[in-house]
């Protein structure tokens, strides 16, 4: 079972219970699995052993399945409201899930070790490439860096113009979408520093950037304007 394997989840509003699995090549669907009508996102783990699955439900959280069919659920954590985002780090260890605040969870148990107030409402996370930092964005415009290892903040950036996502790149950069364009961040040490000047866009808010496999371009979508 490879993570390249997609996962399809119920669409929003849908009322729909059956999430699907899909092989990347050829694209076909391989399983389904039983999932909460309010499910909205899905990871694998890098070990493809299992995925989970999140939710705006109380009910049912987090919930993680097996990463082979018949994709049974393995465990799930309740109570956990206004989840926004997760992510897996690289090395598997770990998983950040931002609900109100950070909480970490150990990925071998499945359970939640230690919860972190990184100084703002968290939106967005994502790892640094050898998964021993983890760089949190605030609601307040403040980028974070969280020791992996001992759970500890090591440093706070804040970011103007409204920054609304981030990205690690494969260089071990940080990548900002803010309303008026992208900021490249180096978070390489204990410490963040804005490398040059923003990286300029043909519109405002961008989403997420994404990386060519090359590493060699970066992708964003933008509202036309600005």
Known sequence: MSAANVIALPRDGSGGTTGYIYSSEP????????????????????TSSKFYVFSKSTTKSITVFNGAAPFAE???????PNITTARISPDGRRLYVLSGALRIFDTTIDQEIVGINTGGRPIDVDFSIDSSRAFILNDNGSVVTVDTVTNQILSTLPVQNSP??????????????????????????????????????TGVNCTRV?????????????????
């Open 74 to 80: 393995r465990s799930a954590v309740n109570n956990l």
């Open 210 to 226: 994404q990386f060519t496999p090359d590493g060699a371009r970066l992708v964003t979508a933008c509202v036309a304007g600005g």
């Open 27 to 46: 694209f076909a669907q391989i399983g389904t699995f039983a999932t909460d009508q309010l499910a909205f996102e899905a990871i694998w783990h890098p």
């Open 164 to 201: 609304n996502s981030l990205t690690v790149g494969p260089t071990g950069f940080i990548y900002v979408t803010t309303a008026s364009g992208i900021l490249e961040i180096d978070g390489r040490g204990t410490s963040l520093a804005v490398v040059g000047n923003p990286i300029a866009t």
